[in-house]
Nanobody, 128 residues
Framework: QWRLVESGGGLVQPGGSLRLSCVAS????????VAWFRQGPGKEREGVSC????????RYADAVKGRFTIFRDDAKNAVYLQMSSLKPEDTAVYYC?????????????????????WGQGTEVTVPS
């Protein structure tokens, strides 16, 4: 049975860093495009970053460019999101999502309906 499990969230002061992990079980994540989404309080879910199966062509939302880095470790069946210079507006539940193709090469990588598999989320809080 497939699972995506996120971890690494927590409470961090503005300017701090966190690394989120997304580990897959029941399927081979290197064959899947993977994205990170987030949903803040009272907000819609939004695409944060996406990585292709080959690990190239990372995509980022404008709000996180230069601060967040997505990368994958195929040996660990995992994708990570390194977040730096965190701001209060980054406060959200962060989800990883996967699909057996590469949304990173298209214009809809940030659209939730592009992805078939979702984790349960990990909460990130950056107080103001």
């Amino acid at each position: 049975q497939w699972r995506l499990v996120e971890s690494g969230g927590g409470l961090v002061q503005p300017g701090g860093s966190l690394r989120l992990s997304c580990v897959a079980s029941g399927f081979t994540l290197p064959y899947y495009g993977v994205a990170w989404f987030r949903q803040g309080p009272g907000k819609e879910r939004e695409g944060v970053s996406c990585i292709s199966t080959g690990g190239d062509t990372p995509r980022y939302a404008d709000a996180v460019k230069g601060r967040f880095t997505i990368f994958r470790d195929d040996a660990k069946n995992a994708v990570y999101l390194q977040m730096s210079s965190l701001k209060p507006e980054d406060t959200a539940v962060y989800y990883c999502a996967a699909v057996d193709r590469d949304p990173a090469y298209g214009s809809n990588w940030h659209v939730p309906s592009e992805y078939d598999y979702w984790g349960q989320g990990t909460e990130v809080t950056v107080p103001s």
